[in-house]
């Protein structure tokens, strides 16, 4: 079993920022590429950011120069610092994770998990 727990969402001021969490737990082997998503009310859940194993990253346009994705390896944790939020912004975001895991039989495959999601309102 594995889990991803998100953290860090909340309500925040236009202009303002936050500092996602994601900690994945359980019976991991490795992790490979970890990423954020995001999906607004009525809306389907897009790319935010993506980042590999060896820290090579991947941004959707709308978000480049104002959000960072970085991950501990040694945690298991990958996390997104939010800047110049905008209320366009407000979304539930989601941690993604493509993680190798084992069965008790230790048989070994890799497969996508996902986070509960964190609510992020952005609003005066």
């Known amino acids: 079993q594995v889990q991803l727990v998100e953290s860090g969402g909340g309500l925040v001021q236009p202009g303002g920022s936050l500092r996602l969490s994601c900690a994945a737990s359980g019976r991991i082997s490795s992790i490979k590429d970890m990423g954020w998503y995001r999906q607004a009310p009525g809306k389907q859940r897009l790319l935010v950011a993506t980042i590999t194993e060896v820290g090579s990253t991947n941004y959707a346009d709308s978000v480049k120069g104002r959000f960072t994705i970085s991950r501990d390896n040694a945690k298991n944790t990958v996390y997104l610092q939010i800047n110049s939020l905008k209320p366009e912004d407000t979304a539930v975001y989601y941690c993604?994770?493509?993680?190798?895991?084992?069965?008790?039989?230790?048989?070994?495959?890799?497969?996508?998990?996902w986070g509960q999601g964190t609510q992020v309102t952005v609003s005066s």
């Open positions: 993604n994770a493509e993680i190798e895991t084992y069965t008790s039989g230790l048989y070994y495959y890799t497969t996508d998990y």
